[in-house]
């Protein structure tokens, strides 16, 4: 079946440490996409990329970096510098852009990180 | 910029009674509007969306939403609820050109009720 994955489902991060959460794709889908989920404040856009090696920041990236190093990964490593690192993310993907340059997104179940 | 707002964070209703789930959003151009609905510990999925047309827009599991752009709003409904439409539901925006930046509703817990 194609779908999203993503791993591991539940993450500890201790004091200072970066960690990385995987997202795999066998949709062959161009685009991908991480965002961040806390309770209350709905889905906000960590990065994105439209195509193999090339990525956009969103609307939160500070103290998140990706790769895009292959059409099907986009893992998402979050940095030291990311203070308040407890949440929710989930990983997207969608098509190359139709007729109307809109498709629709597809998710993974999500990562549930926490600080130790 | 677009924002979203859901004025609701939660809707208790009891099943098979009517649920109407607002949504209104901003924006200085047209807009593509979305919602998406979460299931407990998993990822979201597309119920419905407006691009254009009709502005009544019918989706998957009984629901449908109409686009009013004198009031800026995009409620969704459903005539009779089951226990199983009990999740998260976001409602989402993005702009002509804006490609799949979505930007989502803070989102509407529906609690159904026996």
């Known amino acids: 079946d194609g779908g999203i994955t993503q791993s591991p489902k539940y993450l500890f991060r201790k004091e200072g440490q970066n960690v990385t959460l995987s997202c795999e794709q066998n949709l062959n889908h161009d685009a991908m996409y991480w965002y961040r989920q806390d309770p209350g404040q709905g889905l906000r856009l960590i990065y994105y990329?439209?195509?193999?090696?090339?990525?956009q920041k969103g609307d939160i990236a500070e103290g998140y970096s990706v790769s895009r190093e292959k059409k099907e990964s986009f893992p998402l490593t979050v940095t030291s510098a990311q203070k308040n690192p407890t949440a929710f993310y989930l990983c997207a993907s969608s098509a190359r852009r139709g007729t109307r340059g809109l498709e629709k997104l597809f998710f993974g179940s999500g990562t549930q990180l926490s600080v130790l | 910029a677009q924002s979203v707002t859901q004025l609701d964070s939660q809707v208790p209703v009891f099943e098979e009674a009517p649920v109407e789930l607002r949504c209104n959003y901003s924006?200085?151009?047209?807009?593509?509007l979305f919602w998406y609905v979460q299931y407990p510990n998993q990822g979201l999925q597309l119920l419905l969306k407006y691009l254009s047309g009709s502005t009544l827009v019918k989706g998957i599991n009984g629901f449908e939403a109409e686009f009013n752009k004198s009031q800026t709003s995009f409620h969704l409904r459903k005539p009779s609820v089951h226990i199983s439409d009990t999740a998260e539901y976001f409602c989402a925006v993005t702009e002509p050109g804006g490609g799949n930046k979505l930007t989502f509703g803070t989102g509407t817990q529906l609690k159904v009720e026996l």
């Open positions: 990329s439209q195509i193999v090696n090339d990525f």
């Open positions: 924006s200085s151009v047209s807009v593509y």
